[in-house]
């Protein structure tokens, strides 16, 4: 995640400057609680819960003075295409399920978190998520403009729907056409002054007009009740085979909320020079879903549009994050009869103007400038819309696996040379100016070692051994991309090292890592082929090879 900004030092908490950080965000924050629980079809009352959820174990337990954790515009499109796809109309199973996914999505995250899976950063790769993200912004933008004109979709994608939208066009609701856009007007407007809670004020506004005008007699739809009476948290009652699909579709989950909370968290960091903990901030991400999920709310991540407003309110420390909960609190405590009688249309535009950066071309027009992965972000654009949110992201998840195994698997084998006569050893085919030690064939393998490439790499290095122009006595092999070894790896090593004892070499396995060192010492073939493990670096184990009494 790499920021233009130079990072600064490290400022000092200003509780001044995160209470008016608190109160400014509040008015942003509560406006797209409810918005977004209308994008998951769950009661609008799901998103404030999930924001209080993400408020209050976030500010207990994560790392990043600026993320804002609550309700996301992409996590409350997947839940809603997964819980559609899976209840078949039965609004009551829906809900279950909705309840069911965002426990499992939280229970997952608190696993990854224990098992410290916070240094794979993201299992999605940065073109595949923009494209996503691309794809997701204009459906999430294009059904919400058909809500406020009152047109009902039947179909899941872009491509199918479109034409439905336009089909319609003579019974189209232009009076809730018009108050969206009065509503994007200003909060255009109210954008310009970061101070200025804008959601909150346009919901004002919308208020006000609905009651003056009589909205609702021309067509215009209200959010209703939000009934915030916290149950008693219990658990869905779900068949098995509903919780297994709940399971596959909560790793999808998962993998599109650590991308886009990773990415909030680790830009405004680097930007700050702050230091985060990936595996406490997955802990906080699976507290915030289980206690969301308990109560009935929606799934929380670290939203960019609610964390870049933070920052840019003056946010020091997380102590804004708490004030704006107060703040929603109080005004859900006084006022929340009255949001209640907010239009639909406001919602609507409210929901548009926070995804409106996501239809910029400009971090998608990078990857073709570079003429890198341009393939992977058409693919990911069009699966979203020609499969819908839900298999595009699927789709998506899917690309990124795939690049990654692909990438890992065609690991090549290199040959080390030393360079200018120093300590460094290098590729041979990059740097033709590096010279071989006579007697020595140094190898290393160009990615870590795992079950898809290990033979095809040892069986290279072999190769080399065999066929190598000049007579050696000693094979090197650097292990230094290999933090680690699985099972299959070892069994593989095992094979090598008889093998290379069969051509009458002697092995050294140089840089290795301290758990690959203590899984191969293991083996009874380390002793019977007189191989030696070493952690050191290249150049003491050639200095090993070639003393007389080796």
Same mark, same amino acid.
């Given at each position: 995640?790499?920021?233009?900004?130079?990072?600064?030092?490290?400022?000092?908490?200003?509780?001044?400057?995160?209470?008016?950080?608190?109160?400014?965000?509040?008015?942003?924050?509560?406006?797209?609680?409810?918005?977004?629980?209308?994008?998951?079809?769950?009661?609008? &009352?799901?998103?404030?819960?999930?924001?209080?959820?993400?408020?209050?174990?976030?500010?207990?337990?994560?790392? #990043?003075?600026?993320?804002?954790?609550?309700?996301?515009?992409?996590?409350?499109?997947?839940?809603?295409?997964?819980?559609?796809?899976?209840?078949?109309?039965? !609004?009551?199973?829906?809900?279950?399920?909705?309840?069911?996914? /965002?426990?499992?999505?939280?229970?997952?995250?608190?696993?990854?978190?224990?098992?410290?899976?916070?240094? *794979?950063?993201?299992?999605?790769?940065?073109?595949?998520?923009?494209?996503?993200?691309?794809?997701?912004?204009?459906?999430?933008?294009?059904?919400?403009?058909?809500?406020?004109?009152?047109?009902?979709?039947?179909?899941?994608?872009? /491509?199918?729907?479109?034409?439905?939208?336009?089909? &319609?066009?003579?019974?189209?609701?232009?009076?809730?056409?018009?108050?969206?856009?009065?509503?994007?007007?200003?909060?255009?407007?109210?954008?310009?002054?970061?101070?200025?809670? =804008?959601?909150?004020? *346009?919901?004002?506004?919308?208020?006000?007009?609905?009651?003056?005008?009589?909205?609702?007699?021309?067509?215009?739809?209200?959010?209703?009740?939000? +009934?915030?009476?916290?149950?008693?948290?219990?658990?869905?009652?779900?068949?098995?085979? +509903?919780?297994?699909?709940?399971?596959?579709?909560?790793?999808?989950?998962?993998?599109?909320?650590?991308?886009?909370?990773?990415?909030?968290?680790?830009?405004?960091?680097?930007?700050? =020079?702050?230091?985060?903990?990936?595996?406490?901030?997955?802990?906080?991400?699976?507290?915030?879903?289980?206690?969301?999920?308990?109560?009935?709310?929606?799934?929380?991540?670290? =939203?960019?549009?609610?964390?870049?407003?933070?920052?840019?309110?003056?946010?020091?420390?997380?102590?804004?994050?708490?004030?704006?909960?107060?703040?929603?609190?109080?005004?859900?405590?006084?006022?929340?009869?009255?949001?209640?009688?907010?239009?639909?249309?406001?919602?609507?535009?409210?929901?548009?103007?926070?995804?409106?950066?996501?239809?910029?071309? &400009?971090?998608?027009?990078?990857?073709?400038?570079?003429?890198?992965?341009?393939?992977?972000?058409?693919?990911?654009?069009?699966? /979203?819309?020609?499969?819908?949110?839900?298999?595009?992201?699927?789709?998506?998840?899917?690309?990124?696996?795939?690049?990654?195994?692909? &990438?890992?698997?065609?690991?090549?084998?290199?040959?080390?040379? %030393?360079?200018?006569?120093?300590? +460094?050893?290098?590729?041979?085919?990059?740097? !033709?100016?590096?010279?071989?030690?006579?007697?020595?064939?140094?190898? %290393?393998?160009?990615?870590?070692?795992?079950?898809?490439? *290990?033979?095809?790499?040892?069986?290279?290095?072999?190769?080399?051994?065999?066929? #190598?122009?000049?007579?050696?006595?000693?094979?090197?092999?650097?292990?230094?991309?290999?933090?680690?070894? +699985?099972?299959?790896?070892?069994?593989?090593?095992?094979?090598?090292? *008889?093998?290379?004892?069969?051509?009458?070499?002697?092995?050294?396995?140089?840089?290795?890592?301290?758990?690959?060192?203590?899984?191969?010492?293991?083996?009874?073939?380390?002793?019977?082929?007189? /191989?030696?493990?070493?952690?050191? #670096?290249?150049?003491?184990?050639?200095?090993?090879?070639?003393?007389?009494?080796?």
């Amino acid at each position: 995640m790499s920021n233009a900004s130079t990072p600064t030092p490290i400022e000092q908490p200003n509780r001044w400057q995160d209470v008016l950080a608190g109160l400014s965000i509040a008015g942003l924050l509560l406006p797209e609680a409810v918005a977004y629980s209308s994008i998951a079809a769950l009661a609008p &009352q799901a998103g404030v819960i999930a924001l209080f959820a993400g408020l209050l174990c976030y500010g207990l337990f994560g790392t #990043s003075r600026f993320a804002i954790v609550s309700a996301t515009s992409s996590s409350a499109a997947v839940l809603a295409a997964a819980t559609a796809t899976l209840a078949n109309g039965d !609004p009551q199973l829906r809900s279950a399920l909705a309840i069911g996914l /965002v426990l499992v999505t939280g229970a997952f995250f608190l696993l990854a978190g224990m098992f410290k899976l916070g240094s *794979v950063t993201s299992f999605i790769a940065k073109p595949v998520l923009r494209g996503f993200s691309f794809g997701l912004a204009l459906t999430i933008i294009l059904k919400q403009f058909a809500s406020v004109v009152g047109v009902h979709l039947s179909e899941a994608n872009l /491509v199918r729907f479109l034409p439905q939208l336009l089909e &319609q066009l003579p019974q189209w609701n232009w009076v809730g056409a018009g108050v969206a856009a009065v509503a994007l007007i200003l909060l255009g407007l109210f954008s310009r002054f970061r101070r200025v809670p =804008g959601g909150l004020l *346009v919901v004002v506004i919308g208020i006000t007009a609905s009651q003056w005008l009589d909205l609702p007699a021309h067509g215009v739809r209200l959010i209703g009740v939000i +009934d915030l009476g916290l149950e008693v948290p219990q658990l869905p009652v779900l068949p098995f085979a +509903d919780w297994l699909r709940l399971g596959e579709l909560a790793f999808a989950m998962v993998m599109i909320l650590y991308a886009e909370s990773y990415g909030s968290i680790s830009a405004y960091a680097l930007k700050h =020079g702050d230091r985060v903990t990936s595996n406490r901030d997955l802990l906080a991400l699976g507290a915030s879903n289980l206690l969301s999920g308990l109560f009935h709310g929606m799934p929380a991540g670290a =939203g960019y549009s609610a964390t870049s407003a933070n920052e840019a309110a003056g946010a020091t420390s997380r102590l804004a994050g708490g004030i704006a909960a107060l703040v929603v609190l109080l005004i859900v405590l006084t006022v929340l009869p009255y949001i209640a009688l907010t239009p639909e249309p406001i919602l609507a535009a409210i929901v548009i103007h926070a995804l409106a950066r996501g239809l910029s071309l &400009q971090p998608l027009g990078r990857y073709f400038i570079w003429r890198r992965d341009r393939v992977l972000v058409l693919c990911a654009v069009g699966a /979203v819309l020609t499969l819908g949110v839900l298999d595009g992201l699927l789709v998506a998840v899917a690309i990124s696996v795939l690049l990654m195994l692909k &990438q890992m698997s065609a690991a090549d084998i290199q040959i080390l040379g %030393r360079i200018d006569d120093g300590h +460094d050893f290098v590729d041979l085919q990059l740097h !033709p100016t590096a010279k071989t030690q006579p007697g020595l064939l140094i190898v %290393r393998p160009g990615e870590a070692l795992f079950f898809a490439n *290990v033979e095809r790499i040892l069986s290279g290095a072999l190769s080399l051994i065999r066929h #190598s122009p000049v007579p050696i006595h000693t094979v090197i092999l650097s292990l230094e991309e290999s933090p680690d070894l +699985d099972g299959t790896s070892i069994e593989a090593m095992q094979a090598f090292f *008889v093998r290379v004892d069969q051509e009458g070499k002697r092995l050294i396995l140089a840089r290795l890592k301290d758990s690959a060192e203590t899984a191969l010492a293991a083996l009874p073939e380390v002793k019977a082929c007189n /191989v030696m493990l070493s952690g050191l #670096s290249v150049d003491v184990a050639v200095q090993q090879a070639l003393e007389p009494n080796a």
